[in-house]
């Protein structure tokens, strides 16, 4: 069974870093894209960042430029987000995604079939 664990969420204070891990077991995610996506409570699930299964391509959504990375261990079947310069907008839960075996890190929810649970970060100001 597949199965996406995230970890690394928690309070925090505007400025401060976090890094958020995913790890994937249960099924190859060694060639599969992998993503974060965040949501608050009564608004859509919106992007934060995707990663090819190479990790030689990653995609941010405008909010997250310059701020977050996105990385990959693909030996560990982790996918990390370093998040850095933290605002109290970013509060939100954060889900890990993941594509089927060949799948492309798309920016929109259809494209993954595997989700995590999430993790709450929130950010104080």
């Known amino acids: 069974q597949v199965q996406l664990v995230e970890s690394g969420g928690g309070l925090v204070q505007a400025g401060d870093s976090l890094r958020l891990s995913c790890a994937a077991s249960?099924?190859?995610?060694?060639?599969?894209?992998m993503a974060w996506f965040r949501q608050v409570p009564g608004k859509e699930r919106e992007f934060a960042a995707s990663i090819s299964w190479t990790g030689g391509n990653t995609y941010y959504a405008d909010s997250a430029k310059g701020r977050f990375t996105i990385s990959r261990d693909n030996a560990k079947n982790t996918v990390s987000l370093q998040m850095n310069s933290l605002k109290p907008e970013d509060t939100a839960a954060y889900y890990c995604?993941?594509?089927?075996?060949?799948?492309?890190?798309?920016?929109?929810?259809?494209?993954?079939?595997?989700w995590g649970q999430g993790t709450q970060v929130t950010v104080s100001s």
């Open positions: 249960g099924g190859t995610f060694n060639n599969a894209g």
């Open positions: 995604a993941a594509t089927v075996p060949g799948g492309w890190p798309g920016r929109t929810g259809d494209f993954y079939n595997y």
